[in-house]
């Protein structure tokens, strides 16, 4: 069962455009992260959001966390050639009984986004 | 230098031959885990490792084996590889505390025969 959906699938713009890739769930989750991965390399963390509202920024990249925790999106303003690669969301669900501990990413599909010179 | 290692980067078996691809964490994360990529399926988790002899099942473990005897080292296990897990996997960790980032291997890209 895939616990969150990522969309577009892929996307291939002009470089200078803006651009938003959205992660949706039903399910709630108590943190969320958002990676890029490049070819032939793995999945790097860009950031992690916690707190439902949450807004963070990474210079041109802005991420925010949906008001009930389900959902997330990313929105990169003036897009570069550099930007290319595939964006994925993973969403983690704590272990109540744990303490604190998680119990495992759940990662959607992810992005091919290719920012076009 | 902080880092996930996975070893070999490129593997090509036969069905059937066991083959264990080897994990190792600089960084004393107590969580690792394991990961196959696929295209159009995305990043699945098949084991992961909360701590050194704790192991649970991600959402694809079957015909797979981890075991982790020491905190650095999560090794995966195919006692009898099928062409159904020819696949590009992850290996990665992260602290359990701080802001739980984790940190992904190079990747392993194997393929069975």
């Known amino acids: 069962t895939q616990l969150l959906e990522q969309s577009p699938q892929f996307l291939s713009i002009q470089e200078g455009e803006n651009l938003t890739v959205y992660c949706n769930s039903s399910?709630?989750?108590?943190?969320l992260q958002w990676y890029r991965q490049e070819p032939g390399e793995g999945p790097v963390l860009l950031v992690t959001v916690v707190t439902g509202g949450e807004v963070k920024k990474l210079k041109r990249l802005t991420f925010q966390f949906g008001d009930a925790r389900k959902d997330s999106s990313l929105h990169i303003t003036a897009a570069q050639t550099g930007d290319t690669g595939l964006y994925l969301c993973?969403?983690?669900?704590?272990?109540?009984?744990?303490?604190?501990?998680?119990?495992?990413?759940?990662f959607g599909k992810g992005t091919h986004l290719i920012i076009q010179p | 230098e902080a880092q996930v290692t996975q070893n070999p980067r490129y593997l090509i078996t036969v069905t059937g031959k066991k083959l264990t691809v080897t994990c190792s964490q600089n960084m004393n994360h107590e969580y690792m885990s394991w990961y196959r990529q696929d295209p159009g399926l995305g990043l699945r988790q098949i084991y992961y490792?909360?701590?050194?002899?704790?192991?649970d099942k991600g959402d694809v473990p079957e015909g797979y084996k981890v075991s982790r005897k020491e905190k650095r080292n999560f090794p995966l296990i195919l006692e009898s590889p099928s062409p159904n897990q020819t696949s590009l996997y992850f290996c990665?960790?992260?602290?359990?505390?701080?802001?739980?980032?984790?940190?992904f291997g190079p990747g392993t890209r194997l393929t069975v025969l």
């Open positions: 490792s909360m701590n050194v002899e704790v192991t």
């Open positions: 993973a969403g983690e669900k704590r272990a109540l009984y744990s303490g604190g501990g998680a119990d495992g990413l759940t």
């Open positions: 399910s709630v989750f108590s943190s």
């Open positions: 990665a960790s992260r602290s359990q505390t701080g802001d739980n980032e984790q940190f």
